[in-house]
């Protein structure tokens, strides 16, 4: 178990909805990664957050946003849901910003109905 | 889109056996990572190797790297039940922060 922390573990929402995800650091770790897995697939990078600033963003849209807290905790907020968000989002933290390895937490399994 | 493919897509071998997952990638890269996942949860980092390295042990994996085919190869030796899981590998590019993941391997280690 690493000490990476994730809620809501489930989520059910209604297409169109607004959703939050939240994540916890590991202690020491000043960068966090979202990313998001389609059942049956890898892991796809949606950005990352690098002492509160944005560092990186892969091929998503703008209703994915974020924010990263001065403790290095993290959100990541979808607006106007689409049946296609449903995954299983992962956070990741790691110490600095040097490609090195990556603390993954449990997941927020998120449903769009 | 992922970065490149994993063979086989599904490996189930018996207790004991030497399960072995290949990776290849389409771009230059910094290093190359291995995780693990079980049943749809958070991901487990396994091993790191650098673009400079050839091989890398740790406990009953060994990673290879070939820079010039552009793969690499997880050797997982004398495998017990619990190596049951999904192993994905990632890459770094040459400059950035995020990893790619392909799109892994399922392996089922029968008792």
């Known amino acids: 178990e690493t000490g990476v922390t994730q809620s809501p573990t489930h989520l059910i929402k209604t297409r169109g909805q607004q959703v939050t995800l939240r994540c916890s650091s590991q202690?020491?770790?000043?960068?966090v990664s979202w990313y998001q897995q389609a059942l049956g697939q890898g892991p796809q990078f949606i950005f990352q957050y690098y002492r509160e600033e944005e560092n990186g963003r892969g091929n998503f849209p703008p209703r994915f946003s974020g924010l990263q807290f001065p403790n290095y905790s993290s959100e990541l907020n979808v607006n106007a849901l689409e049946l296609d968000d449903s995954a299983l989002y992962l956070c990741?933290?790691?110490?600095?910003?040097?490609?090195?390895?990556?603390?993954f937490g449990p997941g927020t399994r998120l449903t769009v109905l | 889109s992922q970065q490149g493919e994993e063979d086989p897509q599904a490996l189930s071998i018996q207790e004991g056996e030497n399960a072995t997952m290949n990776c290849s990638y389409k771009t230059s890269i910094n290093n190359l990572q291995w995780y693990r996942q079980n049943s749809g949860r958070g991901l487990v980092h396994l091993i790191l190797i650098r673009s400079n390295e050839r091989e890398k042990h740790s406990g009953r994996l060994r990673v290879t790297l070939d820079t010039s085919k552009k793969s690499s190869s997880l050797l997982i030796t004398a495998s017990r039940a619990a190596d049951t899981a999904s192993y994905f590998c990632?890459?770094?590019?040459?400059?950035?922060?995020?990893?790619?993941f392909g799109q892994g391997t399922r392996l089922t280690i029968n008792p």
């Open positions: 990632a890459t770094v590019g040459q400059g950035a922060q995020k990893l790619v």
């Open positions: 202690s020491g770790h000043n960068t």
């Open positions: 990741a933290s790691s110490l600095e910003l040097a490609g090195v390895e990556q603390f």
